[in-house]
Structures are given as structure tokens and as C-alpha cells.
């Protein structure tokens, strides 16, 4: 194809839309065999812009990529802190229920001492 082409490349093929090859493939067949330099101007031109057009798209979903990544990162933090923070609230429930128990144990065990031991203070 790059025989075909003349001004394109086997780099530039490899990079090259797949329609867009076609159709800079096919304008030279339908184009007459005398054709000018200008029209291979015109013609190197194109591929240039489909280029640059393909490596911007290629850019644009790229940073698409990146940040859909960023994003489930942020995500998968937020998760994971918000998950840290209902453990520790549930650690901190079960730490003031066992204070509770030992208050209301201790609070029991004076009186049952004072008439265990038949002493009157």
C-alpha cells in the first residue's frame, strides 16, 4: 500500500485509521497516474491531519482511562475509610458495653459483700 500512497510511510500506515488508509488508497486509484506534486501535497497533507486526528482521539481516551481509574480509586478509598469507620464506631460500641457490664457489676458486688461478711459499717 505504501507503493500505492508514495508520500505515506510503513510508520504512518501502522498508525493510520483503517478507513482512513482506505480512503487515501482508494483516491489514488481513482485519481489520473499523471498527477502532480500539489495533489501529493494535497494527499500528504490529509494523511498528516488523520494522523494528528488519530493521535488526538488516542489522547482524549487516554486521559478518559486515566481518570475512570482515578475515579474507582477514590471510590475504593472512600470505602475503605468508610468501612474503617463503621468498624471503629462498632469497636467503640462494644468497648462502652463492657464498661457498662463492669460498672453495673461492680455497683452489685458492695452490697452483696457487706451482707456476705455480716459486718455493718
Known amino acids: 500500500m505504501a507503493a500505492k500512497t508514495y508520500d ?3 510508520d504512518e500506515l501502522e498508525t493510520m ?14 485519481s489520473p497516474r499523471g498527477a502532480t506534486s ?7 497533507d490529509q494523511v498528516r491531519e488523520m494522523e494528528l486526528q488519530l493521535v488526538l ?4 481516551l ?5 481518570e475512570a481509574e482515578t475515579e474507582n480509586r477514590r471510590r ?5 475509610l468508610e468501612s474503617k469507620r463503621i468498624e471503629a464506631e462498632n469497636r ?14 461492680d455497683a452489685g458486688r458492695p452490697a452483696e459483700r457487706d451482707e456476705q461478711d455480716g459486718y455493718d459499717d
Open 38 to 44: 500539489r495533489r501529493r501535497s494535497v494527499k500528504s
Open 92 to 105: 467503640a460500641r462494644e468497648l462502652q458495653n463492657e464498661r457498662e457490664k463492669l460498672r453495673l457489676a
Open 62 to 66: 487516554e486521559s478518559k482511562r486515566i
Open 17 to 30: 485509521d483503517r478507513t482512513a488508509l482506505l480512503e487515501v488508497v482508494a483516491k489514488d486509484i481513482v
Open 57 to 60: 482521539k488516542r489522547m482524549e
Open 8 to 10: 505515506v510511510g510503513d
Open 76 to 80: 475504593e478509598a472512600d470505602t475503605e
